[in-house]
């Protein structure tokens, strides 16, 4: 069998399934490596504050590194941004997100990022904006939500509702260059360092908490069974030729047994002759 495997013809068709070997193994490892998604960074890392403008850059994807992080910044709000965002569950009770657009004073270009200042049951509970002023807010940075379906309502005041927390959308709301992700503020002191968010205790506003989430990486099972797939297909690719030399092979014997026989037929029937006409004579 080595004889036919080393035959122009099979060396060629060995050198095909080589490549397409390689072809089928490349694309088995990039569906392994899409089967597990990156793990969520360790407690001590999120549970860390670190500034804004270090973890995450305005106007740019979030990654699983940058998304659940506490992070510090300084700034101001801007003035009649404020907007809620619905159906947003405390304790068990739907309400409102009540949020502005912040500006970290360290930002490049002045961009801007969302910030969750606190939960209210009714809109009319959700406070005014402070009066502008550095304020120095400690949050999560959470990664953006799509823009939700349907027409966008308006409380009693006046003040915008949507569906989702959107920074996309709110970016084009507030005509400002900003961040993808947005801040869930947990403290917003002033100057003096005092409280002037939804901690504090004269705030009609509840805080917001958001834990981070857990340690653990989500397995695609789909990537996982392509990549399997891939990989018998790859397999398959030398099988083939394997039995493609095979069948070669033992076809090539047969031929040469038939040639054996007939051989052997014809000497024996020119022997029966000679022998007859030796008879005669």
């Known amino acids: 069998m080595l004889k036919t495997a080393l035959q122009p013809k099979w060396i060629g068709t ?19 490596s899409e089967s597990s998604s990156e793990p969520p960074p360790t407690e001590e890392i ?10 995450h850059e305005p ?18 709000f ?67 939500e799509a823009p939700g379906p349907g027409q966008r309502g308006m409380s009693a005041d006046g003040t915008q509702i949507f569906p989702t927390l959107s920074p996309a959308e709110l970016i084009n709301v507030w005509d400002q260059p900003g961040y993808s992700g947005f801040l869930v503020a947990f403290q917003t002191l002033d100057a003096e360092g005092t409280e002037l968010g939804a901690a504090s205790s004269s705030s009609t506003m509840e805080p ?16 996982l069974f392509y990549g399997v797939e891939w990989t018998v297909f790859a397999g398959f690719a030398f099988y083939l ?12 014997l047969e031929e040469e047994r ?13 022997l029966a002759l000679r022998q007859q006409n030796q008879a005669k004579d």
């Open 241 to 252: 030729w394997w039995r493609l030399v095979k069948d070669a092979h033992e076809k090539q």
């Open 46 to 55: 999120t549970e860390t504050a670190a500034p804004l403008t270090e973890v």
């Open 14 to 32: 060995l050198a095909l399934a080589l490549l397409l070997a390689t072809v089928f193994v490349v694309l088995s490892a990039w569906q392994f």
């Open 258 to 270: 038939l040639d054996r026989e007939w051989q052997e037929q014809w000497r024996a029937e020119q």
């Open 59 to 76: 106007q740019q994807p979030m990654t699983v590194a940058e998304a659940d992080r506490i992070v510090d910044t300084s700034g101001e």
């Open 78 to 144: 801007l003035e009649d941004t404020q907007v809620l965002i619905e159906e947003r569950l405390q304790d068990g009770e739907s309400g409102y997100w009540v949020v502005a657009a912040f500006r970290p004073e360290d930002a490049p270009d002045e961009n801007i990022i969302p910030v969750v200042r606190g939960w209210v049951e009714d809109p009319g509970a959700a406070e005014e904006l402070p009066a502008e002023q550095p304020l120095e807010i400690q949050g999560r940075l959470l990664p953006p």
């Open 208 to 223: 917001v908490r958001v834990d981070p989430q857990p340690e653990t990486s989500d397995i695609n099972w789909l990537n």
